[in-house]
């Protein structure tokens, strides 16, 4: 097996920002993320903090409901891409319960970089924020030079 090119430890460091209005599935998120190691993790219940709370925290990566009251995950993809970098490669990881393609295809094009349908597999998750996490990484250091 290859060495990797990114330590555990530069992984697990990483902040993570989940969002969804039921605090059952936040509950959920953060067993997972603690289990992986995770140890910068913030959670929201409430989706019209979501957009200070992403500037204040500039997370490596999004966890994202998209069927939230008041303001929705697509709203908030929006307003997320309106206040990073155009260079700039922040991904977010879509969780929802609505799997229809109308749904997948606006999130993706909203700046959506992964798609996970509820409920969902908790090793599935864990692998893709990884993956999420291991592509911003490589993305910081190419811009580095």
Do not use: W
């Not at 090119?5 to 509950?27: G, K, P």
């Not at 993320?33 to 995770?38: A, F, I, K, P, W």
């Not at 997320?80 to 319960?97: I, K």
């Amino acid at each position: 097996m290859p060495a990797r090119l990114i330590s555990n430890q530069e992984l697990l460091s990483r902040r993570i920002l989940a969002i969804d209005d039921e605090e059952t599935n936040v509950l959920l998120l953060a067993n997972v993320l603690d289990r992986e190691g995770y140890r910068d993790v913030h959670c929201l219940t409430n989706p019209e903090q979501a957009l200070e709370m992403y500037i204040k925290l500039s997370p490596d990566l999004v966890l994202l409901d998209l069927m939230m009251p008041k303001v929705d995950g697509f709203q908030l993809l929006e307003a997320f891409s309106r206040h990073d970098q155009p260079d700039e490669f922040r991904p977010v990881l879509v969780l929802t319960a609505d799997t229809t393609l109308q749904t997948r295809r606006r999130a993706l094009a909203l700046g959506a970089k992964d798609f996970v349908a509820k409920p969902f597999d908790v090793i599935e998750v864990a692998l893709r924020i990884s993956n999420l996490l291991e592509t911003r990484i490589l993305y910081e250091r190419l811009r580095q030079g």
